[in-house]
């Protein structure tokens, strides 16, 4: 098993640009996550999927960030715009019910 | 609501000394209670987890947790620090019952040195 996979691993952008982060979860885990690392907030949840379906987005810090999940295998994250406070690691995971998590390797954002 | 406080964010210990790390939570249900670790450049792993069962937990690379009502505490402990050991330590509980939706503490990175 490949484990969770993220990609960009490093994403530098510039202020006001559109950013879109990936994750591919473990085949046949139902809940997907998207983490949020920084050294003043620590980890933040941002979201989580339940079957593809949207149940908690209440970590999301704005209207700037989205995500989509549009089957088992994919989700995104997207920020339109970006500003240089979205600066920080990503983390996506997945897990089935009633399971540990697993953790992509992340991806290091930075917006100048 | 739920929520985990790390004390301290960093710690450092010799190898071989004991390794101490410390969380205490706040739940309004019975809590799920969880430490994981993550080595630099990684995503985080479980080390192990507390669900109402026996309150002395034990988990892979020789790290133990015991978890205390009447402190609220659930302190993860190790007899012997190996340098292998430095990383970031996390404490969680879980948001809503079950092992996944987690809460996370703010982190304390443990360093050993020779």
């Known amino acids: 098993d490949a484990g969770v996979i993220q990609s960009p691993r490093h994403e530098v952008t510039e202020m006001g640009q559109e950013v879109t982060l990936r994750c591919k979860p473990i085949?046949?885990?139902?809940?997907l996550f998207w983490y949020r690392q920084t050294m003043m907030r620590g980890l933040e949840l941002l979201i989580y999927f339940n079957n593809n379906v949207p149940i908690d987005d209440s970590g999301m810090p704005e209207d700037r960030f989205s995500a989509k999940m549009p089957n088992a295998s994919f989700s995104t994250l997207k920020i339109q715009p970006s500003e240089p406070r979205d600066s920080a690691v990503y983390f996506c995971a997945s897990s089935r019910q009633d399971e540990k998590l697993f953790f992509g390797s992340g991806t290091q954002l930075s917006v100048l | 609501a739920q929520s985990v406080t790390q004390l301290g964010s960093h710690v450092s210990v010799s190898e071989g000394a004991l390794v101490l790390l410390r969380c205490n939570y706040s739940s309004s249900v019975p809590p799920y209670l969880f430490w994981y670790v993550q080595y630099p450049n990684q995503g985080l792993q479980l080390l192990l987890k507390y669900t109402s069962a026996a309150t002395l937990v034990k988990g892979i690379n020789g790290f133990e947790a015991e978890f205390k009502k009447s402190e609220t505490s659930f302190h993860l402990t190790k007899p012997s620090a190996h340098m292998s050991d430095a990383a970031e330590y996390f404490c969680?509980?879980?948001?809503?019952?079950?092992?996944?939706?987690?809460?996370f503490g703010a982190g304390t990175r443990l360093a050993v040195h020779p």
């Open positions: 969680a509980v879980s948001k809503s019952g079950g092992y996944n939706k987690l809460i």
């Open positions: 085949s046949g885990h139902d809940y």
